[in-house]
């Protein structure tokens, strides 16, 4: 089923520094490239001489050079160019396996496979009334949906995120609704006391809202007297690796530096980190009596439901 998502493998920022990139996603190798025509390709990362990673090659007149023997691929794949035989045409099978991608929220998406669904959108993001920070990527390894899932838990704010998002002397997390819809996941209401939630130094209760629109890309917005906006897009490396880029959105709190911003995400996301890693078993249970769940578990419980109807088998047990 993840084969037919769009997923992200890279930030257009990345591959600005790097161009190719080797990345992998579902357990496959990919290179990402962009040659002469802007466009960024997105193609399985072998050559199909002997093998080699293209993602160690480099570019050559607007096409990607495998390391090894020289074949030049341009950007539909096709290899037009085999050094060792100028003369001639390449065989037309001498082609590389390429996929669909999108770049989009500053993001490179490749779909494996037909896809199925469009990259959930994020609409704070597209709302010219706020700031959009890029953040990310952050390793884990850990599989995606124990990531997401982390993402969507605001009981561990006091205790991991002790004095930034939460307070342990104000652990209580009231009653509130999650559901599993056609979308997704949504679970709204969410009150929890928060130190400092919107830079003013005055600790308030705040207001989330939580989705999950594809299995692996969750969002949530804070609502307090202003909003922010976090749209979280985790690609599944293999099945206990993962990478995700948080995307934050604002509006308010627009004379704060970009880097302070990111520097912040950095943290929290950096004290999420060993936390995630250390859960076992380390593929997501969907089975719902294989671990306690609280009524202020219901975001989770909601999410292992939806991954089971859905049918993942990747990343959880
Ligand atoms: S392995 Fe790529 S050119 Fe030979
Ligand atoms: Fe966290």
Aim: charged share 20%.
């Amino acid at each position: 089923m993840l084969q037919h998502d769009w997923l992200p493998i890279a930030s257009v920022s990345q591959l600005a520094q790097q161009n190719p990139l080797s990345g992998r996603l579902l357990g496959e190798d990919l290179v990402v490239w962009q040659g002469e025509n802007g466009d960024v390709q997105v193609w399985r990362d072998l050559c199909v001489h002997r093998g080699t990673k293209l993602s160690l090659g480099k570019l050559v007149n607007g096409c990607l050079a495998c390391p090894y023997h020289g074949w030049r691929y341009d950007e539909t794949g096709q290899c037009v160019h085999i050094p060792a035989h100028p003369e001639q045409t390449p065989p037309e099978k001498a082609k590389a396996q390429t996929y669909r991608v999108q770049v989009k929220y500053g993001l490179i998406w490749v779909a494996l496979d037909t896809p199925q669904h469009d990259i959930p959108v994020f609409a704070e993001w597209e709302d010219d009334s706020f700031r959009n920070i890029p953040s990310g990527p952050y390793q884990f390894e850990a599989a995606a949906p124990r990531v997401i899932e982390n993402f969507l838990d605001v009981a561990h704010f006091p205790f991991v995120h002790s004095g930034s998002l939460g307070d342990p002397a104000h652990a209580e997390i009231s009653d509130y609704e999650a559901q599993v819809t056609e979308n997704g996941v949504i679970a709204e209401g969410i009150e929890i006391w928060q130190p400092d939630p919107d830079g003013t130094g005055v600790g308030k209760m705040v207001t989330y809202t939580y989705k999950v629109m594809r299995p692996t890309i969750a969002y949530f917005v804070k609502t307090a007297a202003q909003r922010f906006a976090a749209y979280y897009a985790v690609c599944p490396i293999d099945e206990t690796q993962s990478q995700g880029w948080i995307l934050m959105a604002m509006n308010y709190g627009f004379d704060v530096p970009e880097s302070e911003l990111i520097t912040f995400q950095d943290v929290v996301t950096g004290e999420d980190i060993p936390i995630v890693e250390s859960q076992r078993p380390e593929l997501l249970p969907l089975d719902l009596q294989a671990e306690l769940h609280l009524r202020s578990d219901r975001t989770a419980i909601a999410y292992r439901k939806w991954l089971r109807e859905l049918g993942i088998t990747f990343g959880t047990a």
